[in-house]
C-alpha cells in the first residue's frame, strides 16, 4: 500500500474546482476546500480530500445544495440561528461562525445555532476563526447515529465532537477538538485497512456485547461514548454528546438523536425527521470581555508552558497540550506535503475524470 | 456501620445557622444551606453536609471571608467577571449564576467567569437555576489538583466538573453534571470505607503505573483524566478538564493548574499564586433566544423519550437520561430523608457542640 504525497495546494486547488463543477461560487468553493483540506493538513485524514466524493455524492441525490441561500432566521444580540438551505455544511459552517465573531465584537460573545445543514468536516476549522480576533472559539456538530448510549443497543447518538480554540501569547494557541466517543470513526477506518483489531472499550455488538471487532459498525454494532462502560464513565461521554446534540439539533430546528442524517448518499434518510438537516452549534467570546488581553495571554503562555514542562510518566517522552500534534503535523505536511493512500488517490482520479480535471 | 436517617429541613436548617455563626448575614447562609443540601438530596453525598465542617475550617484559617463584597468588576452586555472576595462558593456562585440569567434577560445569554472564590458545591445546584426562566444553565469550577494530564505523573488538574441543565416540557429537564475524571473523588471516598479496590482506569500511582489501590492519592498517586489511559480517550477528558481550567480560571484571573487552592485547610496553598482564589464559570442560554419555547420543549420530550425508550442492552433495565437518577433520589429522600454515615453524623454533632447548637 503506497502512499503518494501531494502539496497542500495541489489538494486545495484541485477540490476548489471540483465544488465549483457541482455549482459553488468560486468565493464558496474556496471556502469549503479551505475546511476540506486543513483536515489533511491537520492530520484528520479521515475528514479530509477522503471525504470528497462523498459530498459531490450527497449533491448528485440533491442532499447538497450548491447555491444555498444561507440566512438568519432568528436572533438576539448575543445569539443567532442560521438556516443553512442544504448548504455544504463546509460553507454554512464558516459563515455561521463568523455571524458568531460579529456578534462578539459588539456584545462580547456570539452563540449560533445552525439548521438545514450538512457535514461540516473538522470542528476545528471553524473554532479556530475565532483566534485571529482574539477570541475563544467554540464548536460543535450532531452526526448521523453510530453511537450508544449507556445500557442501550440502540444507536442514538453520533460521534459528536466538540471543539475549543484558545487564543496564547508566545505559545500557539489550545486546540481540543474531540469526538465525544472512546474513538471517532476515523480511527476505526484505520484499523479495518490494517485488519486489526480494537482495544476493548471502543465498540460493542449489536446484542450489547464487548467487541473488538473494527468491522463491527457493518454488523450492527456501535461505537462507545467516551469513557467505554457506565464503570469507566461512559455516562460521561454519553452525556456529552447529547449536550452537543442538543444545542445544534434542537436549539436549531435540525435534526437530532437517530434521526440525523447520514453521511453516505446511499443510506437513506430515516423516516422521521423532526427537523431539518444537520445541525451544529458556534460560539465566540471575546477575551476582553473577561480580561484584558494581555492580562490572559499571559496566563496562557504560563498555563501552557507548566503543562508542557509536567513531570512525563515513564516511556512518554513529554507532556502534550492540546493542538500540539495537530500543530506539528501541520507544519510536516505544509513543508513535506500530503500522503494519501492509493483508495484515496484513485477515488479523486474518478472524480477528476468525471469532471474532466486533472488530478 | 448504621446510617441515621435525618429530614431535609433538618439539614438544612443546621446548615443555615452553621453559617450565621461563621458571620454570614441570615440570606446568604440559606443560599449557601441550600446547594450544600441540595447534593445530599441528589445524592452527591461527597458534597453535602460532610463537607459542611470543611468549609468552617476553612473560616477558622481565614481563607473564607464570611461577609464577602461580591461585585462585578468587569462587564460587556454578555458577559460579566465578578470577583468574590473570598466568600463561600456556595454564595458567591449563585451571586454569579443570577448575573447570568439577568444578562441573558436581556441579550439572549449571559456568561460570567468568577475569581477569588472557594469550593461551590454541586455544579448542579448552579446550572439548575436557569431552568425556571426556560434558559439553558451551564456550570463549571477548577479545583485543587488531584488529576494527572495523559503521559504525565505530575496533578495538574482538579476533577473540574461541567453541569449543563436544560429545561424540557412534560418530561424533567436534562441535567448532566459529570467530573472530567473516569470517576470523581468522592466515589474513592466510598470505597475506602468499604476497603475495596478501585476498577483499573480510574488512578494511577506516584511513578505513572496503573492501580486499583482506592487510597492512592494519599500515596502521591493520582485520578485519570475520563477515558483512563490514550488508547481509551483519556487526552479527551484531560483537554475537557483543561477547557473547564481556562474558563473558570484564566478568564477571570482566578488560579489556575496546579496552583488553585485545595480544599483541606490543612494542606498550605501553593507557593505560586498566580491569581485570586478559585476560579467559576457559569452560562445561561435563553431557549427563546434561538426557537420558540413551545416548539423547543416539544423537541425536548420527543428527545427525553426517544432516549428512555431505546432498547436496553441486556442485564439492563432501561436507558438512562442524564439527571435522572438524582431527581429519583431527590425525590426519595424529599419523601423518607437522608442517610448520613456515623462519621459525618459525628462531624455534624462536634459542630453543633462547638457553635453551641444542638443537632
Not at 127 to 134: C, F, G, P, Q, S
Request: glycine share 10%; net charge negative.
Amino acid at each position: 500500500m503506497k502512499e503518494i504525497v501531494y502539496t497542500y495546494s495541489h489538494l486545495f486547488n484541485f477540490a476548489v474546482v471540483v465544488f465549483m463543477k457541482i455549482g459553488c461560487s468560486s468565493k464558496e468553493a474556496e471556502s469549503a476546500a479551505k475546511v476540506l483540506v486543513s483536515a489533511d493538513l491537520r492530520g484528520i485524514d479521515s475528514h479530509g480530500v477522503a471525504r470528497l466524493s462523498g459530498y459531490i455524492r450527497l449533491w448528485d441525490v440533491h442532499r447538497v445544495n450548491s447555491k444555498p441561500n444561507i440566512q438568519i432566521i432568528h436572533e438576539t444580540p448575543s445569539t443567532a440561528v442560521i438556516d443553512g438551505d442544504s448548504g455544504l455544511g463546509l460553507v454554512v459552517a464558516p459563515f455561521a461562525m463568523q455571524v458568531a465573531i460579529e456578534k462578539a465584537k459588539k456584545v462580547g460573545t456570539g452563540w449560533v445555532s445552525v439548521q438545514n445543514s450538512n457535514h461540516y468536516g473538522i470542528a476545528a476549522a471553524h473554532a479556530m476563526m475565532a483566534l485571529e480576533h482574539d477570541m475563544v472559539g467554540i464548536s460543535m456538530t450532531n452526526a448521523s447515529p453510530l453511537v450508544v448510549p449507556t445500557f442501550s443497543i440502540q444507536k442514538m447518538l453520533g460521534t459528536n465532537p466538540i471543539c475549543v480554540a484558545v487564543p496564547a501569547g508566545k505559545q500557539p494557541p489550545f486546540v481540543a477538538d474531540l469526538a465525544t466517543t472512546t474513538a471517532a470513526n476515523g480511527k476505526l477506518e484505520i484499523l479495518q485497512r490494517k485488519n486489526m483489531n480494537t482495544p476493548f472499550g471502543w465498540v460493542q455488538d449489536a446484542d450489547g456485547n464487548a467487541s473488538t471487532d473494527a468491522n463491527i459498525l457493518k454488523k450492527g454494532g456501535a461505537l462507545l461514548p467516551l469513557g467505554g462502560d457506565r464503570e469507566h464513565g461512559s455516562h460521561k461521554g454519553y452525556a456529552l454528546g447529547a449536550v452537543v446534540d442538543i444545542f445544534s439539533g434542537l436549539l436549531s430546528g435540525a435534526n437530532y438523536a437517530p434521526w440525523v442524517p447520514p453521511f453516505p448518499a446511499y443510506v437513506p434518510l430515516p423516516e422521521k425527521q423532526p427537523g431539518k438537516g444537520i445541525g451544529h452549534f458556534f460560539g465566540a467570546m471575546r477575551v476582553d470581555a473577561f480580561r484584558t488581553v494581555d492580562d490572559f495571554k499571559k496566563d496562557m503562555d504560563d498555563w501552557i508552558e507548566g503543562f508542557r514542562n509536567a513531570t512525563p510518566s515513564p516511556g512518554n517522552e513529554k507532556v502534550l497540550v492540546p493542538g500540539d500534534p495537530e500543530r506539528e503535523m501541520e507544519a510536516e505536511r505544509l513543508q513535506h506535503g500530503i500522503p494519501l493512500v492509493p483508495q484515496v488517490a484513485e477515488d479523486l482520479q474518478k472524480l477528476a475524470e468525471r469532471f474532466e480535471l486533472t488530478f
